[in-house]
């Protein structure tokens, strides 16, 4: 039994001064997503039955391949965001929490360079 009381057990542990940052930041990707997806499907649909001769001279168009990085960016740091919420309130133990988060850190860096490379690889073709 302790002679402390209550507040003074968490008194001086604060927050982290991280959550309203990442509360933001999913919000502003959320909003930035909503046009980029309206586009990217409009896009995809509209091109969806070309050659790709005629795919590479849409994606080669300066607008084009920059809303197309965008997308990639936004999306997979939205999905970051994501998955961490998700690990952060349901994975235990602490380590384990750590692990996924590294390794979907990981994956999504890794899914972004090979996507923006292959943006840019046909764009610049």
């Not at 933001?24 to 930035?32: D, E, K, L, N, P």
């Not at 070309?50 to 300066?62: E, G, I, K, T």
């Not at 920059?66 to 994501?82: E, P, Q, R």
Request: proline share 3%.
């Amino acid at each position: 039994m302790s002679l402390r009381t209550p507040l003074a057990h968490v008194r001086g542990l604060g927050t982290a001064k991280d959550g309203t940052h990442h509360w933001w930041m999913q919000r502003v990707t959320s909003i930035a997503l909503v046009p980029l997806v309206v586009w990217f499907a409009f896009s995809m649909l509209s091109y969806s039955r070309v050659d790709y001769a005629v795919f590479q001279q849409w994606l080669s168009r300066p607008l084009n391949a920059g809303l197309m990085v965008t997308f990639l960016v936004t999306v997979l740091y939205h999905a970051k965001l994501g998955m961490q919420v998700i690990y952060e309130d349901y994975v235990r133990p602490e380590w384990a929490m750590y692990v996924a988060l590294l390794v979907t850190q990981f994956a999504l860096f890794l899914l972004g360079a090979i996507s923006i490379i292959s943006v840019l690889k046909i764009a610049l073709a």
